[in-house]
């Protein structure tokens, strides 16, 4: 395994509600990247965080937002809540910003908004 | 246009059959390239980096083309193993990974 676990791994929500999804990267790794797959699609880039500071974003709402964490763990906060946000969200932590090509997945969680 | 763009699929191939996967890409300053594997419900997994001179895994031979910004995928003897999603991902240097929709191959009995 990747050493990158994500909670939960299930999620129901409805419409208009709020939702932290939350990352711990493998260990030593500094930076973390959030994305969203809805089925059928490939993984769609949100945001990326480094040392605790957003570094690069994807086409997302402002009501997508994050953080990271000292010890590198990560969340995602999604406020608003729409049917269309219900997808796999994906984090991937890698060593480094500029130098790292690999970046290991963690399983996801499954969001569901009824 | 998306930024990369992959055979719409699905594959089903025979066990034993060579199949190819096709990728482009938009981005002209892309720099690195890969292949990834997603098990269904799973998550995405490298399965090889792409080099400009092609390199070979075993039964699985990636190429790149950057003049013409094409990547491909050669699967050889396909085993009922191999049935996945393949993700053709690019990357600018220092910036984020962008994912292709993925090609999905059965492999079957």
């Known amino acids: 395994e990747t050493g990158v676990t994500q909670s939960p791994t299930h999620l129901i929500k409805t419409r208009g509600q709020q939702v932290t999804l939350r990352c711990s990267s493998q260990?030593?790794?500094?930076?973390v990247s959030w994305y969203q797959q809805a089925l059928g699609q490939g993984p769609q880039f949100i945001f990326q965080?480094?040392?605790?500071?957003?570094?690069g974003r994807g086409n997302f709402p402002p009501r997508f937002s994050g953080l990271q964490f000292p010890n590198y763990s990560s969340e995602l906060n999604v406020n608003a809540l729409e049917l269309d946000d219900s997808a796999l969200y994906l984090c991937?932590?890698?060593?480094?910003?500029?130098?790292?090509?690999?970046?290991?997945f963690g399983p996801g969680t499954r969001l569901t908004v009824l | 246009r998306k930024e990369v763009e992959q055979d719409p699929g699905p594959f089903n191939v025979p066990e034993g059959a060579t199949v190819a996967f096709n990728c482009t890409y938009s981005?002209?300053?892309?720099?690195?390239f890969f292949w990834y594997r997603q098990d269904c419900r799973k998550e995405p997994k490298l399965l090889m980096s792409?080099?400009?001179s092609g390199n070979e895994d075993g039964r699985f031979t990636a190429q790149l083309n950057r003049a013409s910004q094409y990547i491909s995928l050669l699967i050889r003897d396909s085993k009922l193993s191999d049935s996945a999603t393949y993700l053709c991902?690019?990357?600018?240097?220092?910036?984020?990974?962008?994912f292709g929709p993925g090609t999905r191959l059965s492999v079957l009995p």
């Open positions: 991937a932590s890698s060593l480094d910003v500029i130098g790292a090509d690999t970046q290991y």
């Open positions: 260990s030593g790794h500094n930076t």
């Open positions: 981005n002209s300053a892309s720099q690195s």
């Open positions: 965080y480094y040392r605790e500071e957003e570094n």
């Open positions: 792409v080099y400009s």
């Open positions: 991902v690019v990357r600018n240097y220092g910036q984020n990974f962008v």
